[in-house]
């Protein structure tokens, strides 16, 4: 285990609604990463936070958006879900410092309908 | 400039046997290599790691090669085991960037 947990597990959702999805850093780390990975693919850079704020953008469009918090928890929101959105949503995150060793979470599993 | 290219897409290996996994990446200014171990329902796990400055990187039964010049990383399972059976990613990042830049995986089956 990594010590990175992830809520809901599992959550479905109709086209159009907005969605939350939390991660709780490992104890100490600081940078969180979101990614998402649609089913037989490999996971794709969302976005990262460090300190609390945005630093750094995969090609996703504005409607995905992102917190992190002082005690280095983060969420994902996800507005206007289309289809396309269904996927696992992985988060990961890192101390600071030179390492580049990023931890993942189970994810959450996304089901929109 | 950014892809990283994985093959085989799925590998079927005998109990004991060596597995392989290949990868290519295209942007030079990559430095650092993980490869991931996803089971189903589960995060991706790192696995092992490696950075130019070195060709080879054992731990255990995993060996990464490393080959700067052709632009091309691969892992070794040595006497695969049933329990290796999961999806492996390669990825690649730049130090001090979090955007891992991941392959798109390689079902592993190891069969008695």
């Known amino acids: 285990e990594t010590g990175v947990t992830q809520s809901p597990t599992h959550l479905i959702k109709t086209r159009g609604q907005q969605v939350t999805l939390r991660c709780s850093s490992q104890s100490g780390h600081n940078t969180v990463s979101w990614y998402q990975q649609a089913l037989g693919q490999g996971p794709q850079f969302i976005f990262q936070?460090?300190?609390?704020?945005?630093?750094g953008r995969g090609n996703f469009p504005p409607r995905f958006s992102g917190l992190q918090f002082p005690n280095y928890s983060s969420e994902l929101n996800v507005n206007a879900l289309e289809l396309d959105d269904s996927a696992l949503y992985l988060c990961a995150s890192r101390s600071g410092g030179r390492t580049d060793t990023q931890y993942f979470g189970p994810g959450t599993r996304l089901t929109v309908l | 400039q950014q892809q990283v290219k994985q093959s085989p897409q799925s590998l079927i290996v005998q109990k004991g046997g060596i597995s392989i996994i290949n990868c290519a990446y295209e942007n030079t200014a990559f430095d650092y290599f993980p490869w991931y171990q996803q089971f189903p329902g589960k995060g991706p796990a790192l696995l092992i790691a490696i950075r130019p400055d070195v060709s080879e990187k054992k731990e255990g039964r995993f060996t990464i090669s490393f080959n700067k010049s052709a632009k091309q990383f691969s892992l070794h399972i040595m006497d695969s085991q049933p329990g290796d059976s999961a999806t492996y990613f390669c990825a690649a990042s730049i130090s001090g960037n979090e955007k891992l830049t991941f392959g798109t995986g390689t079902r592993l089956t190891i069969i008695p």
């Open positions: 936070y460090y300190r609390e704020e945005e630093n």
